[in-house]
């Protein structure tokens, strides 16, 4: 699984590099516009290594954020089903907050919480946040009749029992939506960092781009990709082993 | 063969008509009109005055120019974008200049926007008593990493025997808390622009400010400048120098004190959130910056200070070799 994520990954990185060198010898651009192979090549050696340490930061803020926002969905998801109101209310709540560019919010909070871990944290988990909540409230409000029934006419439904059904009937969409939100994680983290923050790979990045220089960016582009797709790998195969143990015991 | 009368008849009469309309309707003047793009490197404000005088009092127009005059914003590259071919004309900063020249971007620079970089660091006066050079040691020096105020600073602390470890370098950003926290001495703003909100703001409150300026100590960084391609002056000599015509004359009008109202009021049209006062005292600095004395001509291009800065580059290797930037100046 790890190996054939990180092949997909390195063949849709190789097209995106093709297809710029495709345009820069179609309008004869300079290495200003679009750095030439060498010039990556050279740039890769220079700064590869330093950038591992900056990525490494940014999955570590990505995957805290990521497993804070997991949790708290989970909460209010299971919360929102109690009544229709509460469930609408967050819903509509989600929505609207989800609605708010980031770029526009991120100086409020940098200004509040500092340029440190917290600010960071806050907005990668906001990103990820908001999707993962409305889609465990999806999942989480809608009944499983065919088993549910059976419980209800017998008296013996609890909320615990209602969640547990709901989660174990929805287990490959809840692993999918779970999976699927860590690259907005990342993404959110590398967000933060690029407009406030002083650590990190986006803050690299937006050095990177004081300086007008590209070949950085891809080679950070490159490692965000490659540490983005073993962390979904493995949110994956969790995933799989989760279903797998849980149909077992059923 | 009535019909075919009839047809003929028709068919002569509108071409008549179209040979009428055609010559001397609206089209005339388009096709004498020379349509170009211009990236601006900032949003609209001050510092781009005679940019949006010479769009809005008609002095592209007199040249027979149809410019489209674009706001710039920070992560916009004039450079790339007149590479592209999405404008003609631009404006940069002087080391995106040099460090494009490197890469063999085609760059040629047509005039030097500001004689004296607007690029300076404010600070509280009455807490930081700057007389020398070596006054700024202990301190904390707000600097962005990878910006040209970085570049600026460091050279001018080389320049002067002042080692790094002497001073405190402070990470800044978009947010002003640590300054007016006081967890940072100076703080690099754009004199002629944020430089008076921030001075009054910290004024109102009783705390008197300054500016340092590495100008004062030997340090002529190049700011912004306008910028073309090299085929650009190749292939449409007459419409670059028509350009630069246009643009000069409109600077010197805008920057002409006897003009003040009339460009604060086309400067107020396009930057409606800030007030006319402030930017009257912006227009007054911006002045001083891009026309220090009477007799400097506006657009002046200071090929020692380019070189200087070419210099600066190469000594912090931010360009790996020399670039030769005196030949990429128009003359």
């Not at chain 1, 806050?122 to 029934?149: K, N, Q, R």
């Not at chain 2, 007149?82 to 040629?108: C, N, T, W, Y």
């Not at chain 2, 650009?232 to 002409?256: D, R, Y």
């Amino acid at each position: 699984m790890f190996h054939k994520r990180l092949s997909q990954f390195i063949i849709v990185y190789l097209l995106g590099l093709a297809f710029l060198f495709f345009i820069k010898a179609v309008l004869n651009l300079s290495d200003y516009v679009i750095p030439s192979p060498v010039e990556i090549y050279d740039t890769g050696l220079k700064v590869f290594l330093r950038y591992i340490p900056d990525v490494l930061n940014t999955l570590s803020v990505a995957i805290i954020g990521h497993v804070l926002s997991i949790v708290m969905a989970t909460i209010v998801g299971i919360i929102s089903r109690l009544s229709n109101w509460m469930g609408s209310f967050i819903k509509t709540a989600a929505f609207n907050i989800q609605a708010y560019p980031i770029v526009a919010v991120a100086p409020i909070i940098f200004i509040l919480l500092g340029d440190g871990l917290s600010s960071r944290l806050l907005i990668a988990a906001m990103i990820c946040y908001f999707p993962l909540l409305l889609s465990f409230i999806g999942i989480l409000s809608e009944p499983v009749t065919d088993i549910e029934h059976f419980y209800v006419y017998s008296g013996k439904m609890r909320w615990q029992l209602e969640v547990k059904i709901r989660a174990f009937e929805n287990m490959n969409k809840l692993v999918t939506v779970v999976s699927g939100s860590a690259t907005l994680a990342m993404v959110g983290t590398i967000v933060a960092e690029f407009i406030g923050a002083s650590k990190g790979i986006g803050y690299s990045i937006r050095i990177a781009l004081y300086q007008s220089d590209l070949s950085k960016i891809l080679i950070a582009l490159f490692l965000i990709g490659i540490f983005t797709s073993l962390y979904l790998a493995f949110l994956e195969w969790l995933g799989n082993m989760l279903v797998r143990n849980w149909r077992a015991k059923a | 063969m009535k019909n075919m009368k009839n047809n003929l008849r028709i068919i002569v009469l509108l071409v008549t008509l179209i040979a009428i309309i055609v010559p001397s309707g609206c089209g005339k003047k388009d096709t004498e009109m020379t349509k170009v793009s211009y990236r601006l490197k900032w949003l609209f404000n001050t510092s781009v005055a005679g940019d949006i005088y010479a769009d809005v009092h008609g002095f592209f127009a007199k040249e027979g120019l149809e410019v489209e005059v674009k706001e710039g914003g920070p992560e916009l590259d004039a450079i790339k974008e007149l590479e592209m071919g999405h404008a003609q004309f631009g404006v940069a900063s002087a080391d995106q200049v040099i460090r494009a020249v490197s890469k063999g971007a085609p760059i040629v620079v047509l005039a030097q926007l500001f004689q004296i970089n607007p690029l300076q660091w404010i600070y509280r006066s009455d807490e930081n008593k700057i007389n020398k050079i070596e006054d700024i040691k202990g301190k904390t020096i707000g600097i962005t990493f990878g910006g040209n105020d970085e570049a600026i600073m460091k050279a001018l602390i080389l320049k002067n025997g002042i080692r790094e470890e002497e001073v405190s370098f402070f990470s800044v950003r978009y947010d002003y808390t640590p300054f007016y926290e006081r967890r940072v001495a100076f703080w690099p703003v754009y004199r002629n622009a944020e430089g008076v909100i921030i001075g009054d703001k910290l004024e109102k409150a009783k705390e008197p400010v300054s500016f340092f300026d590495p100008n004062n100590y030997g340090i002529h960084f190049v700011a912004n400048s306008v910028i073309t391609t090299e085929n650009m002056i190749k292939q449409h000599p007459e419409t670059v120098k028509k350009f630069v015509t246009a643009l000069t004359e409109a600077w010197n009008e805008a920057l002409n004190p006897a003009n003040l109202d009339k460009t604060v009021e086309t400067i107020h049209r396009f930057d409606k959130d800030t007030q006319l006062d402030t930017i009257r005292r912006q227009l007054e600095i911006t002045r001083q910056l891009m026309k220090p004395s009477e007799k400097t001509v506006f657009g002046t291009i200071d090929v020692n200070a380019w070189k200087q800065t070419e210099r600066i580059m190469l000594e912090q290797k931010l360009i790996s070799a020399p670039v030769n930037i005196e030949k990429r100046l128009w003359k």
